[in-house]
């Protein structure tokens, strides 16, 4: 090698990036980063909501694998004399010493091991605190007033009758097969009463047709009582266009906020 390409090639490893050039280097990288971000998180987000509609599929099951050993009653909490539409209310008294609560209903899923807690999570909902408690010991999920309990809102054990009866008014494998039992959190009611919040001013056609805040009310993953799970990106997605969220098809507010039961037996009013 030449004495001038030694000098060369020395003058060419010895220098460094300029300012000029190390900002401009910095400024692609972020530049990328911005656009590769909203990617990477739809992508996140995508494999959350395949997780959660895993979770409403083996919810399903578990309900059929009830239903086959309860006479084709899907998940119902034992007293006959009240209805099933509080959630989230004492629950460590057994049954069926207070029953009026519809998640003691589905609780039962984990009291007979068809199911675990997991499954009532969704990994999109940072509200919930699952607590590793004694589900033998326990009769109903566990949550506060700013705490929800689970991430799903659940079809209500009552369909029809006054009173209700096991005859007329409970739901079984015998209703419409594509009648949604379970979806994504409600967009509007809260984890311990129907209502809304204390002093909040609900607006039905901004509220009541949110969808889930699970997934950025983007949609929810909906779980049909034929074991079908889809994404809706409205809630009114019932029989009927009705929105699941509420009873009958959710233009009466007074309806919704109070613990009517379902229209009849096509109508499906997820809660909470």
């Not at 010991?137 to 949550?143: L, Q, T, V």
């Not at 009927?240 to 009873?247: E, G, M, Q, S």
């Amino acid at each position: 090698m030449t004495t001038d390409a030694r000098q060369s090639r020395t003058r060419f490893a010895g220098r460094g990036f300029t300012l000029i050039e190390l900002l401009v280097v910095i400024a692609i990288i972020a530049l990328l980063v911005t656009i590769l971000m909203p990617a990477l998180n739809r992508a996140k987000e995508l494999a959350r909501q395949a997780v959660c509609a895993s979770n409403l599929h083996s919810l399903g099951r578990a309900a059929h694998l009830y239903a086959t050993e309860s006479g084709g009653v899907m998940p119902t909490a034992h007293d006959m004399a009240t209805v099933y539409h509080v959630v989230g209310r004492q629950h460590d008294v057994p049954c069926p010493t207070f029953s009026r609560s519809n998640t003691r209903s589905w609780f039962l899923l984990i009291r007979k091991k068809l199911s675990s807690l997991g499954n009532f999570q969704c990994p999109s909902d940072e509200d919930v605190r699952m607590e590793a408690y004694d589900t033998e010991d326990i009769y109903d999920f566990i949550g506060t007033s700013t705490e929800h309990a689970l991430s799903y809102s659940l079809q209500v054990s009552r369909v029809v009758g006054d009173p209700p009866t096991p005859q007329g008014g409970l739901l079984t494998v015998q209703n419409p097969a594509g009648i949604p039992i379970a979806a994504d959190a409600n967009g509007a009611r809260k984890w311990g009463w129907l209502g809304p919040p204390s002093g909040a001013v609900v607006d039905p056609d901004s509220t009541l047709d949110a969808n889930s805040v699970n997934h950025d009310r983007d949609g929810q993953n909906v779980l049909g009582l034929d074991g079908s799970v889809s994404w809706k990106q409205t809630p009114l997605c019932g029989l009927d266009n009705d929105n699941i969220w509420t009873v009958d098809d959710g233009t009466d507010l007074g309806a919704w906020s109070n613990q009517d039961p379902p229209a009849d037996d096509e109508d499906s009013v997820l809660v909470p």
